[in-house]
């Protein structure tokens, strides 16, 4: 009895240790889809917040860029007014510690930026290099360069 006993003592915390994680287990694969589907969530309201503040200053809806998908179809959202140029929603991903240079040839891959000698030129000139904030930055295509830092500075999400 006492060795059944002692047996039971000696692996209780194990037992215990083995039940959470079946527990931990059980609720994220049931959770899975939830978890997976949350960035698209997060872009969505982000590009939700950014269109209602843009809507008053300017009439185009704003539409998002091939690497984020806006809406559940696939597509771009369309402008509301045909004649006018569309603005897309750019995401651009900083690492953090990663050398101004990188962030800079990401911006030309995106089209914010004609080049990465013009993106250092502003940044140094606006004295922001240690200051561009790593995580995901969402930036309207039609931003000025000295716009485009100022929105690096941000935190990113």
């Not at 806006?70 to 990663?98: F, H, L, Q, R």
């Not at 962030?103 to 004609?114: D, E, H, I, K």
């Not at 502003?122 to 790593?134: K, L």
């Not at 295509?141 to 941000?154: A, G, I, K």
Request: proline fraction near 3%.
């Amino acid at each position: 009895m006492n060795k059944l006993k002692d047996i039971f003592y000696d692996k209780n915390d194990i037992l215990v240790a083995l039940i959470i994680l079946a527990i931990a287990a059980v609720i994220i694969f049931w959770r899975v889809d939830v978890i997976m589907a949350y960035p698209e969530t997060l872009v969505a309201e982000t590009l939700k917040n950014d269109t209602d503040d843009t809507s008053a200053d300017n009439p185009s809806v704003v539409t998002t860029d091939g690497a984020i998908d806006g809406n559940a179809s696939g597509g771009a959202i369309d402008s509301a007014s045909g004649g006018e140029d569309e603005v897309k929603i750019c995401a651009i991903y900083i690492n953090y510690g990663e050398s101004l240079d990188v962030v800079a040839q990401n911006c030309v891959a995106a089209g914010l930026v004609g080049s990465t000698e013009e993106f250092i030129s502003t940044v140094n000139a606006m004295g922001a290099g240690s200051s561009i904030q790593s995580g995901q930055h969402h930036i309207p295509s039609n931003v000025t360069p000295e716009e485009l830092v100022q929105y690096l500075m941000q935190p990113g999400l």
